[in-house]
Each structure stands twice: as C-alpha cells, then as structure tokens.
C-alpha cells in the first residue's frame, strides 16, 4: 500500500511548514511569517502532489488523512480520505442510546491524547448526550467501541 510523505501544511498567507512542528515550532513560525492558522494541507503520494483545503491529521498507517467538513469543527462528521485524496468513508456522530441526539453531539480529530478502555487511538467526541472516547475502524467507518471518560474529563 502506498502510504502518504512530506506531509505540510497550508497556512492563510500561502506559506507552507512541515506538519510535525512542535507548538512552540509553530508559534516561532506565526511569529516570523505572519501566518495565523492552517487553511489547508500538502502531501506527496508517488509522483503526484496532493492538496486539501483543510486541517488534517495522518492516520496511523500513513495511508491517509481524517479532517473536518467545510463548516469545521460544527461539521458533527469527520471525513478519511485516502492517500491519493479521494474520500473513503465519512464519520458522523453515532446514536449510541435513545437519550443520544447526534445533531448536538460533535467528533474531534484522533488521535486523542486520552487512552481509556483500551483505545489508543481514538477521537473525543459527545453523542448529544454525553462525553465519550470513540474508536472507529478508520477504513470503513464502523464504530468498534466508545469508553466514557472517568469524571471529570
């Protein structure tokens, strides 16, 4: 499987830094450059350059990237692309009870720095309802498992 490289990311007045910068890497560079916040991100894939208008996290595997919809962070869905760009599954907020209300509830992009009930790499989301650690099969979308958090978060 083909995997993704040199990962970087689009900032609002064009420049381009590597993703993997540390926050204070990424402060000194706001600082130097005037840039003030992602808009996008690059990669390559073979001999092709890839880029997405937005913020995106690398799975684990590097075949892919997760990132919010167009509204961001009130999207309620997160979106797994493959390596090459093309969309492989889209993530909504699950129905978990029937005191869960998905179109309250919200999914933040993995990896959680939380490990609870055995998920190393999962995203923190809520359900409408409640806060919950989510792992998903980031292949097909599947919920595998949700662990609420010990209180308080």
Sequence with gaps: MNQIEDLSDVWDNGLISPASLEVEEVQQFKKATGADKVVGARWSFGRKVIEVPFYVTLLRDKSGVVHFG?????????????????????????????????????????????????????????????????????????????????LPW
């Design 70 to 150: 167009d509204e961001g962070i009130t999207s309620r869905k997160i979106f797994v692309r493959n390596a090459d760009g093309s969309v492989r599954t889209v993530i909504a907020v699950p129905k978990l009870s029937d005191a869960s209300m998905p179109e309250k509830g919200y999914l933040c992009l993995p990896p959680s720095s939380a490990h609870w009930g055995g998920i190393e790499w999962g995203c923190e989301g809520n359900d409408g309802n409640t806060d919950y650690l989510f792992e998903f099969d980031w292949n097909s979308g599947q919920l595998l498992r949700y662990v609420r958090p010990p």
